[in-house]
């Protein structure tokens, strides 16, 4: 992405969350541990549910997805924020901007695709609970994974090169702590307007489509749900599309209200771009594990595994030492 030709601006500098050093050294050690348990929760989510066969369903493989993608989604976005946090020029280079659109266009989309694909599992789960096991196959599953990741970067796909073209000569400020299309739009002193029409056309239509996709499955789900005569059945079939759907208010809610809103560096439009690149990959993990049974059982049972291994070779490591 060598920009050499198209710009007299080389990096950038983000303004981030505020410019008062003890402020900045507090917001390093909160997003510092916000990352750690990012890393921590999504890879322990990908642990329990590769180790335990009790999770082998299409539920728990689309879960272990939407980990993945949480991992690289936060990892994007934090190293770079954290390390602005403690540096005085809080500069990013042009080629490296790009590149977090890059990632982020690519994570974000497979996230908002993986979303639609897990409120699908749930619809063939509760409206069509006998030919469930038929319809979402292993290999449906896995084609259903892979055209989240192909969405994703088509969106890249279509944005970034655009962006790669346009001429940057006049303020290099970016009101934010990371790089984003409408923040980097402002910046051009080239036409954006082909910018502009190309991300409305294809991010938004793209998370229209997924979201409404997401109401009709779970317009379906709450109309089948209601429908069943026992309580108990209503509220375990509800049991298990309440973390679903919280992830989804999360995620959806504070992306549109991000990408909707016009850019202008307000505390608001900061607090969106932290709710869905920072707070949401971080709740993903906990949402779906305080609120599912059967992962809080594998979890104790991958842990009792762990420790048994543990304590065993402990055990054997002795007799050598005493034998």
């Given amino acids: 992405m060598a920009l050499s030709n198209h710009s007299t601006i080389t990096e950038f500098i983000l303004l981030g969350l505020s410019a008062d050093p003890h402020v900045q050294v507090l917001l390093f ?13 999504n890879l322990l989510m990908l642990l329990v549910i590769r180790a335990d066969s009790h999770l082998y369903t299409p539920m728990y493989f689309f879960l272990s997805q939407l980990s993945f993608v949480d991992l690289c989604f936060s990892s994007v976005i934090l190293p770079k924020m954290l390390e ?9 280079s042009v080629e490296g901007c790009l590149a977090q659109i890059f990632f982020v ?12 694909m897990m409120a699908y599992d749930r619809y063939a789960a509760i409206c069509h609970p006998l030919l469930y096991a038929q319809v979402m196959s292993n290999k449906l599953c896995v084609r259903l994974v892979l055209v989240s990741w192909v969405l994703g970067i088509l969106d890249m796909l279509l944005n970034v090169p655009l962006a790669v073209k346009m001429d940057f000569c006049g303020t290099c400020i970016i ?12 910046l051009s002193c080239s036409d954006v307007s082909i910018n502009l029409i190309v991300m409305f056309c294809s991010i938004i239509p793209h998370g229209l489509a997924t979201s409404l996709s997401i109401f009709y499955s779970y317009g379906c789900i709450v109309s089948t749900i209601l429908s069943i005569s026992s309580s108990s059945g209503r509220s375990k079939a509800f049991s298990t599309c309440s973390s679903h759907l919280i992830t989804v208010s999360l995620f959806y809610g504070s992306a549109f209200l991000r990408y909707l809103t016009p850019t202008s560096g307000s505390p608001l ?12 990959p971080m709740l993903n993990p906990l949402i779906y ?13 991958t842990v009792g595994k762990f420790l048994n291994a543990l ?5 054997r490591r002795n007799d050598r030492e005493l034998g």
């Fill in 105 to 116: 266009l690519v994570t974000g989309g497979t996230e908002a695709s993986l979303l639609t």
């Fill in 175 to 186: 009101p934010h702590y990371s790089c984003e299309l409408p923040s980097l739009f402002l």
């Fill in 269 to 280: 439009e900061l607090i969106f771009s932290l709710q869905y690149n920072v707070i949401t």
């Fill in 311 to 315: 304590s065993g070779k402990i055990k």
């Fill in 29 to 41: 050690v909160l997003f510092l541990v916000i990352y750690l348990l990012t890393l921590m929760g």
């Fill in 289 to 301: 594990s305080l609120k599912n049974k059967e992962v809080k059982a594998a979890l104790k049972r």
């Fill in 84 to 92: 602005n946090l403690l540096s005085k020029m809080k500069a990013i």
